[in-house]
């Protein structure tokens, strides 16, 4: 006889998230949990009142105690039903394959498959089991994943803090075929090596893939400032796209010379890789009388939670005043948040501060974002993490 599912029941009014298909319930919307639900199992939600609202996957330990799999009471989720929904995942993205060897093939809950994240070099696979609905089905969804690509090469990088957060140790290491070695991916021309192993996040920023693109259209005959450049992104884009100068600041001395070697391999001469505090480096270019046609600010996360926002807006108000300062007439600023915590309309407000402080006067070109394969379900707007602005000054 089969096991009756689990159940959740809210307390009454917590259901109106739900109707509006927003996915997850937080700790204290429930009222009670019958049925001795364990990490990752399949729960029945139910209202107040009685009535289904949806599937979910359970976190006993997580403030977000569960993850929507499913609105509809007739789709209980099965192993077909998770393999399914990886294979609906990978089709979306079959287009992005004749601009780039780096994609993301699925987006968590943008995809109905929250907590996962799976980033395709070429033929390698990295996978980032982040919740603990996706950790029940890890073995499906591995054996999915190769199945529907012809991938042999699985790395799981499920190494982030939000693994902590869901009561899950992080893990990492290969789930099927070799130890990767760094992959020299084509996107959109450029070339770019990646490490799964030891890179940020996957190994790479798929996320800025058509913002890159961007500045490599507008490079022609610029000087260039690329801030958090990492290993040289936007530099490789906008030398390729004709810049005459690049500087390139980045902490990381692992990273540059990563940013060196790709230089190498797209066959461009050294330019300036600058290794130093972003802060400091911005504060020595005015000292010294520095002026860049096109400028990239690409930060790493400064609001890592909504408990951290003051701290981050008043760096990224700094951060983009001494940028302004550095930008000649005519000049393009490409800035951007990945601070889930910070809003479009926060971001904007501080950078437009920062504007107000520099005295100058900026036209704003473009409103910017990750790319379509990082899509934002409608109903879960916290997908929208990474924003960014590209501006001129007139």
């Not at 109106?16 to 919307?29: D, E, F, M, Q, V």
């Not at 993850?67 to 990978?90: T, Y």
């Not at 290993?231 to 500087?247: I, M, Q, S, Y």
């Amino acid at each position: 006889m089969a096991r009756t599912p689990p159940t959740l029941h809210l307390k009454p009014g917590k259901e109106k998230s739900l109707l509006r298909r927003h996915p997850w319930i937080y700790a204290n919307a429930i009222d009670r949990a019958s049925g001795g639900p364990a990490s990752g199992d399949t729960v029945r939600v139910l209202g107040a009142d009685g009535r289904f609202l949806a599937w979910a996957a359970f976190s006993p330990t997580s403030a977000l105690r569960a993850r929507a799999w499913s609105f509809n009471e007739a789709e209980q989720p099965d192993a077909a039903f998770i393999a399914a929904r990886v294979a609906a995942a990978v089709a979306r993205r079959e287009g992005l394959q004749a601009q780039t060897e780096a994609i993301r093939l699925v987006f968590g809950e943008a995809d109905a498959l929250p907590g996962l994240v799976v980033d395709r070099y070429r033929d390698q696979l990295v996978v980032q089991f982040l919740a603990a609905g996706v950790e029940h089905w890890r073995e499906v969804i591995v054996a999915a994943l190769r199945e529907v690509t012809g991938c042999e090469a699985v790395y799981e990088r499920s190494d982030a803090a939000a693994r902590e957060r869901e009561g899950l140790v992080a893990r990492e290491g290969v789930l099927h075929g070799e130890v990767p070695v760094p992959v020299a991916v084509t996107e959109h021309g450029v070339r770019y090596e990646v490490d799964v192993i030891t890179g940020h996040k996957t190994g790479f920023y798929i996320d800025q893939r058509d913002s890159r693109q961007l500045v490599g259209e507008h490079a022609q005959g610029r000087r260039v400032l690329n801030c958090f450049c990492y290993t040289g992104g936007f530099t490789l884009a906008a030398r390729l796209g004709g810049a005459v100068e690049a500087v390139s600041v980045d902490s990381s001395a692992e990273a540059l010379a990563v940013a060196a070697r790709n230089e190498q391999l797209n066959g461009l001469t050294p330019s300036t890789w600058l290794q130093a505090n972003v802060f400091d480096a911005l504060k020595n270019l005015l000292a010294e009388g520095r002026q860049f046609d096109l400028i990239v600010l690409d930060p790493p996360k400064f609001a890592p939670s909504v408990q951290h926002l003051d701290r981050a807006a008043r760096a990224y108000k700094e951060i983009n005043l001494k940028a302004l300062r550095l930008l000649a007439p005519g000049g393009l600023l490409f800035t951007f948040s990945c601070s889930g915590a910070v809003s479009v309309d926060l971001f904007q407000k501080i950078v437009a501060g920062a504007v107000f402080d520099a005295r100058t006067d900026m036209q704003m070109l473009r409103r910017l974002a990750a790319g379509v394969d990082h899509p934002m379900s409608m109903t879960h707007p916290e997908g929208e993490y990474l924003k960014g602005l590209m501006l001129r000054r007139m």
